[in-house]
C-alpha cells in the first residue's frame, strides 16, 4: 500500500479547499442563511407545523442535505477533472498507485469538504432554530454515508466528463432537480397521490428522509429502507468506479 | 552491459484503428542514454507512454529492471521518471508543492535537502513559491524535469525535451542528463532533431512508421551508413569531366569549378590516392580539397527513404 501517495492526493485535495477558505466556508453559511431567512422566518411563519415539528426546524436536514450533496459532486468531480483538463493526471497514471489508493486520496479529501460543510451549516442552522439530534449516531451516519457515496459519484461525472459543461450538466440538471424534489423543503405527505408516487423513485428522498428522522423521528418513508437505499446507492457507485479503473475508461488508451 | 528495460514484440493499436507500434524489440543498457529518432506521429511517444504506464499495450511484454510493467507495475514505476513532451502541469499549486506532491506520489518519504538541491540544479530555487500558471514557458518544462527527478529515479524518459526550450536550458539540460548518466541513470529521449542525438546519445535507435528500423551505437551508425564526400576545388572550371575521370563516382558542381568524390570510410580502400593520380594525370590544377562527413540528419533522411521504397 502506498499510503504515502493517499497522504499527498489527499493534502493536495485539501489545501485547494485552504486556499479558498473564505469561498469555502462563507458560500455554505451565507446560502444556509438566506434559506433560513426566506424559508424559515418569511414564508416559514405562514406555515403550520408539519408533523409537529416547526417549518424552520423541519427544513434543516433537507436544508443540510441539499448543500452537501452539490459539494461532495462538485468537490469531487473538479478534483479528478482539472488533472484531466490540464494533462496532469498523466503523473497519477504513471506512479506506483493503485486505482483503490488514488480513490482513497480523490474521494476521501472531498468527503472530508463536505462533512465539514455539513457541520458548518448544522452550525450556522443552530443560531437560527432550536436544534436537537435526536439520533445523533444515525445523523451522523447518514451524513457520512451521503458524503461518501456521492463524492464517488461526482469522481466517477468527474472521469466522465470531457469538458467543462459535461462536468456542469449533470449537478445542474440532475442533483438539483433530485434534491428540490426529494422532500428537501416539504414532506413528500403533501404532495397528490400521483406525485408521491412518483417522489418514490427518487433516490434523495431517501436521504433527506432517513436523515430527518434520525433528527425529528419523523420520516417519509422507513429509516431501514432510507439506510438500504443508501447503500445500495454506494455499491451502484463503486462498482462503476470500479469498472472504469478496470477499463481505463477515458484514463487510459 | 546489464539491460536495464526489456521490450519484446511490443503493438499497439488505438481503438481509432491506427497501429501506432509494431512489433517492438528493443533492449535498454543500464547507464546508457538512448536516443529514439522519429519524425512526428512515429509512434516515440506512445513507446515511452506505454513503458510509463498511461497507455496500455495490446501485444508484448515489456520489463523494468526484470520487473513486468503490468503485472509488477508498483516495482517498475518506481524506477522511472518521465518527462512529458507537452507542459501539462496543474495552474495553482507553487512548485515546492508540485514537486513534494510528485515525491509522494511514488511512495518516496520526504526530503527537503534532496528537492533544495534539485530546485536549485535546474534553476527553480527562487521560484519555489511561484504558482505553476505565473511561470515561462521555458521554467515549466525545468519545472517538468524537476518533477520527474523528485523520487530519485534510476531511469528517465524525455519526451521532446528540447521542444520550445531556449539555447540556455537546452544547455542546462544537457549537463542535467550527462551528471544524471554518471550517477548511473539510463536515460531515454525522443526527439526529431538528429543534432540532438547527435550531440548526447551513446545509442541511436531510430522509429518511423510504429517500426523500430535501427538501433545502433552512434559511432557504428554513422560510420555503418556514413558517407564521406571529398570535396575538390579547381584552379580553372572545366566544362565536363575529362574522359579519364569518368571511371570514379564524381560529380561536377558549381560551375565546373568543384568535383566532388564520394566514398565509403569502411570500404577497403577509399580511392582517393588513385584518384589525385589521374586528376593529376588529366592535367587539372588544384586551388582547395576538403572532406565533409554526412550527418546524421542525412543518414536518417537515407533510412526513411528505404523505409517508404520497401
Known amino acids: 500500500m502506498n499510503t504515502q501517495a493517499i497522504k499527498v ?74 488533472p484531466k483538463f490540464t494533462g496532469s493526471i498523466y503523473e497519477v497514471l504513471s ?62 461525472i468527474g472521469l466522465w466528463a470531457s469538458n467543462f459543461e459535461k462536468l456542469q450538466i449533470i449537478p445542474l440538471l440532475v442533483i438539483t432537480p433530485l434534491v428540490f424534489l426529494g422532500g428537501s423543503f416539504y414532506s413528500v405527505q403533501m404532495l397528490p397521490p400521483f406525485w408521491q408516487s412518483v417522489s418514490l423513485l427518487n433516490p434523495v428522498l431517501y436521504l433527506v428522509s432517513g436523515f430527518r428522522w434520525s433528527f425529528f423521528e419523523v420520516s417519509d418513508v422507513s429509516v431501514g429502507i432510507s439506510l438500504f437505499m443508501i447503500v445500495v446507492f454506494l455499491l451502484v457507485c463503486l462498482v462503476i468506479v470500479g469498472w472504469i479503473f478496470k477499463t481505463g475508461y477515458r484514463l487510459k488508451q | 552491459m546489464h539491460t536495464i528495460v526489456s521490450i519484446k514484440n511490443l503493438s499497439k493499436t488505438y481503438e481509432s ?16 542514454i538512448l536516443a529514439l529518432l522519429g519524425p512526428n506521429g512515429a509512434g516515440k511517444t506512445t513507446l515511452i507512454s506505454i513503458i510509463c504506464g498511461i497507455v496500455s499495450p495490446t501485444v508484448g511484454q515489456v520489463r523494468v529492471a526484470g520487473f513486468d510493467i503490468i503485472n509488477d507495475y508498483r516495482q517498475s514505476r518506481e524506477l522511472i521518471g518521465l518527462v512529458p513532451q507537452e507542459l501539462t502541469l496543474g495552474a495553482f499549486e507553487t512548485v515546492w508543492n508540485t514537486i513534494n506532491f510528485s515525491r509522494g506520489l511514488f511512495g518516496r518519504k520526504k526530503d527537503p535537502q534532496y528537492l533544495k538541491q534539485l530546485l536549485k540544479d ?15 514557458g521555458g521554467m515549466k518544462r525545468r519545472v517538468l524535469i524537476a518533477k520527474a527527478l523528485s523520487h530519485e529515479p534510476r531511469i528517465l524518459f524525455l519526451d521532446e525535451p528540447t521542444a520550445g526550450v531556449d539555447v540556455e536550458l537546452r544547455k542546462d539540460m544537457w549537463a542535467i542528463v550527462r551528471r544524471l548518466q554518471a550517477s548511473g541513470v539510463t536515460i531515454i529521449l525522443t526527439t526529431h532533431y538528429i543534432e540532438e542525438a547527435e550531440e548526447v546519445a551513446d545509442r541511436v535507435g531510430v522509429i ?15 560510420q555503418k551508413l556514413g558517407k564521406k564526400q571529398l570535396l575538390i576545388e579547381l584552379k580553372e572550371p572545366v566544362s565536363a569531366l575529362p574522359e579519364s575521370l569518368s571511371g570514379y563516382q564524381l560529380e561536377l558542381s558549381t560551375g565546373g569549378q568543384q568535383l566532388i568524390y564520394t566514398y565509403n570510410t569502411q570500404g577497403d580502400g577509399t580511392g582517393i590516392t588513385a584518384l589525385l593520380q589521374a586528376i593529376n594525370a588529366a592535367g587539372l590544377m588544384l586551388k582547395d580539397l576538403r572532406t565533409s562527413q554526412s550527418s546524421l540528419e542525412d543518414i536518417f533522411v537515407n533510412l526513411l527513404k528505404e523505409e517508404n521504397h520497401s
Open chain 1, 9 to 82: 492526493i489527499y493534502k493536495y485535495e485539501m489545501l485547494r479547499a485552504w486556499k479558498t477558505l473564505f469561498q469555502s466556508l462563507a458560500s455554505p453559511v451565507i446560502s444556509t442563511s438566506l434559506y433560513f431567512i426566506v424559508f424559515g422566518s418569511a414564508i416559514g411563519s405562514r406555515i403550520e407545523q408539519i408533523e409537529g415539528v416547526s417549518y424552520g426546524l423541519f427544513i434543516v436536514p433537507g436544508l443540510t442535505m441539499l448543500s452537501i450533496l452539490t459539494q461532495s459532486v462538485a468537490n469531487a468531480s473538479f478534483g479528478i477533472f482539472f
Open chain 1, 95 to 156: 506512479a506506483p498507485v493503485s486505482s483503490f489508493e488514488i480513490l482513497v486520496g480523490y474521494v476521501g479529501a472531498a468527503t472530508s469538504k463536505s462533512l465539514i460543510i455539513g457541520c458548518i451549516i448544522l452550525l450556522t442552522a443552530s443560531f437560527f432554530v432550536d436544534l436537537k439530534i435526536m439520533h445523533p449516531f444515525w445523523a451522523a451516519a447518514f451524513l457520512i454515508l451521503t458524503c461518501i457515496s456521492f463524492s464517488l459519484f461526482g469522481f466517477i
Open chain 2, 17 to 32: 484503428g491506427h497501429e501506432a507500434l509494431k512489433q517492438v524489440d528493443l533492449d535498454i543498457a543500464e547507464g546508457e
Open chain 2, 122 to 136: 535546474l534553476s527553480l530555487w527562487d521560484k519555489k513559491y511561484n504558482e505553476l500558471r505565473t511561470l515561462s
Open chain 2, 208 to 222: 518511423a512508421g510504429g517500426r523500430l528500423l535501427l538501433v545502433e551505437d552512434k559511432q557504428a551508425l554513422m
